[in-house]
């Protein structure tokens, strides 16, 4: 037998071995490349003649899966390492403001409207006891009965004073938007108000049995005006003083609180690995 026979009986009793293992390799070499396709997020064409296939068709899809895993998770690492921070430092911020602004201005604004109810009462206190000394005979006016009726109704006139007029004059705290010259007609509107209230109630509530004439305590606390007055500018320029104090605190509290929001967005937004990830997967998908 000849060297062609032996090789073309050879080949007829091997061809369905040798057809079969080269399918075999195709396939596998067919399955690296899917693989390599989803990896790299890039579509492959392999051509047979007429015959093609495309492999990675389906892998945007398996991209956008795992970008979508990864958005739940950067939505947890950000909540637990962005908002959650804001959110708790924000909170902190706004309850030290509500302190100042509720709590804190307010009362340094009514003890300077105490002090200077004190200052109001000691003035027209010793012009009573001027009055009521020229009407006793050697008597210490400072214990006698009048006297001591007298300083209670002032008090409580003027405590009613500063609760009705001056904390309605104080909603808002308009007075910090006025001029120095608008403020000084505010308080002078304030101050015949203040004024009137206080004459008319010791009027209303003046002992019939006094030993001071009402007309003569009026027109002697009338001379008292111009100073009256004074106390109660004082006090008003005092209480805008509070308040440009207390803003510019608070003003300081809100540039605290967006830098310290700046530096957790920039530290989150540097050092968060989800955010790495899908850069990384953006720039495999678009190459």
């Given at each position: 037998?000849?060297?062609?026979?032996?090789?073309?009986?050879?080949?007829?009793?091997?061809?369905?071995?040798?057809?079969?293992?080269?399918?075999?390799?195709?396939?596998?070499?067919?399955?690296?490349?899917?693989?390599?396709?989803?990896?790299?997020?890039?579509?492959?064409?392999?051509?047979?003649?007429?015959?093609?296939?495309?492999?990675?068709?389906?892998?945007?899809?398996?991209?956008?899966?795992?970008?979508?895993?990864?958005?739940?998770?950067?939505?947890?690492?950000?909540?637990?390492?962005?908002?959650?921070?804001?959110?708790?430092?924000?909170?902190e911020?706004?309850?030290?403001?509500?302190?100042?602004?509720?709590?804190?201005?307010?009362?340094?604004?009514?003890?300077?409207?105490?002090?200077?109810?004190?200052?109001?009462?000691?003035?027209?206190?010793?012009?009573?006891?001027?009055?009521?000394?020229?009407?006793?005979?050697?008597?210490?006016?400072?214990?006698?009965?009048y006297y001591?009726?007298?300083?209670?109704?002032?008090?409580?006139?003027?405590?009613?004073t500063?609760?009705?007029?001056?904390?309605?004059s104080?909603?808002?705290?308009d007075?910090?938007?006025?001029?120095?010259?608008?403020?000084?007609?505010?308080?002078?509107?304030?101050s015949?108000?203040?004024?009137?209230?206080?004459?008319?109630?010791?009027?209303?509530?003046?002992?019939?049995?006094?030993s001071?004439?009402?007309?003569?305590?009026?027109?002697?606390?009338?001379?008292?005006?111009?100073?009256?007055?004074?106390?109660?500018?004082?006090?008003y320029?005092?209480?805008?003083?509070?308040?440009?104090?207390?803003?510019?605190?608070?003003?300081?509290i809100?540039?605290?609180?967006?830098?310290?929001?700046?530096?957790?967005?920039?530290?989150?937004?540097?050092?968060?690995?989800?955010?790495?990830?899908?850069?990384?997967?953006?720039?495999?998908?678009?190459?």
């Amino acid at each position: 037998m000849g060297a062609l026979e032996t090789i073309s009986l050879l080949f007829k009793k091997y061809s369905l071995t040798i057809a079969i293992i080269g399918f075999a390799v195709v396939l596998v070499l067919v399955f690296i490349l899917y693989l390599i396709s989803i990896v790299s997020g890039k579509e492959m064409n392999l051509g047979f003649g007429k015959f093609s296939l495309k492999l990675g068709k389906k892998n945007s899809s398996k991209v956008q899966r795992i970008k979508t895993l990864l958005n739940d998770l950067g939505e947890t690492e950000t909540y637990k390492n962005l908002i959650g921070p804001i959110v708790d430092k924000t909170k902190e911020k706004t309850e030290e403001k509500d302190v100042i602004k509720l709590k804190e201005t307010v009362t340094r604004q009514m003890a300077a409207a105490e002090d200077a109810n004190i200052r109001i009462k000691a003035l027209m206190s010793n012009k009573y006891a001027e009055l009521l000394e020229e009407n006793l005979n050697g008597e210490n006016v400072r214990t006698h009965k009048y006297y001591k009726y007298y300083q209670i109704i002032l008090a409580s006139i003027l405590d009613d004073t500063k609760r009705k007029i001056l904390k309605q004059s104080l909603e808002n705290n308009d007075i910090i938007k006025f001029s120095d010259l608008e403020l000084e007609k505010f308080i002078e509107q304030k101050s015949e108000i203040m004024i009137t209230v206080i004459f008319d109630y010791l009027d209303l509530l003046h002992s019939e049995n006094s030993s001071i004439d009402m007309d003569e305590l009026r027109k002697e606390n009338k001379v008292l005006v111009p100073q009256l007055k004074n106390i109660i500018k004082d006090l008003y320029f005092n209480i805008k003083g509070i308040i440009q104090h207390d803003l510019e605190i608070i003003k300081n509290i809100d540039y605290d609180l967006g830098k310290t929001i700046t530096e957790l967005t920039e530290t989150h937004n540097k050092n968060n690995p989800i955010q790495k990830i899908k850069k990384i997967i953006d720039k495999d998908k678009n190459e």
